[in-house]
C-alpha cells in the first residue's frame, strides 16, 4: 500500500508536545473560560457542554472498582482531553476541536458474524443492558507515552454474552464509524478506513477487556472515542478503537488498521514489552503525560499478573508484536 503521509508513530518523540505546552495551553483555556463565564456562558469546553445533555447522564458517576488501583497519580483531564489519537480527525495530537464534529446520536452498534442472530442495538439500549463501574487504568501509547485515567464502562465480556457467539468464533473484528463528511481525516485515501481493530475471544472475556462509555465521572468526551471505545490497558494504545459501530464474531484472524499500514511495526498482539523495541524506537521507558518523567516500561503493562496466562503458548517477540 501507498503511504503519501508519514504516519503516526514517525513523529519522533523529541516532537511530541512538551508539558510546558500544554500548560502554557491550560492557561489560555483558563483565561477564555473566564471570558466566555463573564460573558454568560455555561461550560469552559464543548466536551463539557456535550456531557451536560447527554441522554445517559443519570448513569454517572458509576461506583468505582477498587480493585483496579494505580502505582501512579490521575492524569488530569485537562490534559488527557487535549492530547488524543483519533485519526478520522487528523493526525496531530490536537484534535480535540475537530473531534467535536463526532455525531454521537443516534448510535447503532451491529453485531453480526458468527452469532446466533445478529442484531443492532442502540446505544442508549445497550448502556442501560450492562452494569457500568468506574476503574482506574493505566495508558501506555506505542509512541512511548503514557497516561492514567478513570474510565466508566463495562466488561467487554458482558457484551460477548449478549452477542451469543458460536462455538466457531475466534476472534472479534471491531469497526469504528466511517463518514469523511463528519471526519475530515477520513478523506485521506491512503490510510484503510474504517479503523479496525481485533481480538481474540479469549482476550476479549478477560476482567481487564473494559468497554467505556464515559470518563472522569461522565459520558465520555468525543475526543475519547465516544460513546463507546475499548480499553485494554497491557497492550499498546492503538488496540484500544474508538467510537465503534460493529463487532463482527469471526474465525479468521482479521487484519487491524495499523497491521494493514505496516504490519512489522504493529502486528496483531501489540502487548506491551519493554524488552522488544518497536522497529524504530526503543520500548524501555515511558514518558508520562503531565510530569513529563521518563519511568520504566512494565511487562503487559504491570499487568502480567492478569494477562500473561494467555500468551503462554507464544514465544519471543512474536507475543508482543
Ligand atoms: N481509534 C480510532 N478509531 N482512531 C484512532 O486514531 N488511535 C488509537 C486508539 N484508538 C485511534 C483509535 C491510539 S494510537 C491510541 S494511543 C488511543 O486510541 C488514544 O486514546 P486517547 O486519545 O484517549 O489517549
Known amino acids: 500500500m501507498l503511504i503519501k503521509e508519514n504516519k503516526i508513530w514517525d513523529i519522533p518523540e523529541h516532537l511530541a508536545t512538551p508539558e510546558s505546552d500544554y500548560l502554557n495551553r491550560r492557561q489560555l483555556v483558563k483565561a477564555a473560560g473566564l ?24 448513569l454517572y458517576p458509576a461506583k468505582r472498582n477498587e480493585a483496579y488501583k494505580l502505582d501512579r497519580g490521575l492524569t ?11 485519526y478520522e480527525f487528523g493526525s496531530h495530537k490536537q484534535i480535540y476541536t475537530k473531534a467535536q464534529d463526532l455525531k454521537t446520536r443516534p448510535w447503532e452498534i451491529l453485531i453480526d458474524g458468527l452469532v ?24 501506555r501509547c506505542v509512541e512511548a507515552w503514557s497516561m492514567t485515567i478513570p474510565w466508566t464502562g463495562f466488561q467487554m465480556s458482558e457484551l460477548v454474552k449478549l452477542a451469543k457467539p ?3 468464533a475466534k476472534f472479534i473484528r471491531m469497526e469504528t464509524f466511517h463518514d469523511p463528511k463528519m471526519a475530515s481525516g477520513q478523506k485521506q485515501a491512503w ?18 477487556a473494559f468497554l467505556v462509555t464515559g470518563a472522569y465521572g461522565k459520558p465520555a468526551a468525543k475526543q475519547f472515542g465516544a460513546p463507546l471505545r475499548l480499553a485494554l490497558p497491557w497492550k499498546y494504545g492503538f488496540k484500544s ?36 523495541p518497536h ?20 511487562i503487559y503493562n504491570g499487568y502480567g499478573e492478569q494477562v500473561a496466562s494467555m500468551y503462554s503458548g507464544l514465544k519471543g517477540r512474536t507475543a508482543f508484536y
Request: net charge negative; proline share 7%; hydrophobic share 35%.
Open 35 to 58: 471570558a466566555a463565564l463573564s460573558a454568560g456562558a455555561s461550560s469552559l469546553l464543548p466536551s463539557m457542554a456535550f456531557a451536560q445533555s447527554d441522554p445517559t447522564m443519570d
Open 76 to 86: 488530569p483531564e485537562e490534559i488527557n482531553s487535549k492530547y488524543n489519537n483519533f
Open 116 to 139: 446466533e442472530k445478529p442484531f443492532t442495538i442502540g446505544f442508549d439500549d445497550l448502556v442501560r443492558k450492562v452494569q457500568l463501574e468506574e476503574r482506574l487504568y493505566r495508558h
Open 166 to 168: 458460536m462455538s466457531n
Open 191 to 208: 490510510y484503510p478506513w474504517p479503523y479496525v481493530e481485533c481480538l481474540t475471544m479469549q482476550e476479549a472475556n478477560n476482567d481487564l
Open 241 to 276: 478503537i474508538k467510537s465503534i459501530v460493529k463487532f463482527s464474531f469471526v474465525e479468521e484472524m482479521p487484519k487491524s488498521f495499523w497491521e494493514q499500514l505496516s504490519g512489522t511495526e504493529y502486528g496483531f498482539w501489540a502487548n506491551v514489552n519493554p524488552k522488544y
Open 279 to 298: 522497529p524504530r524506537w526503543s520500548q524501555e521507558t515511558e514518558r508520562v503525560l503531565q510530569t513529563g518523567k521518563r519511568v520504566p516500561t512494565l
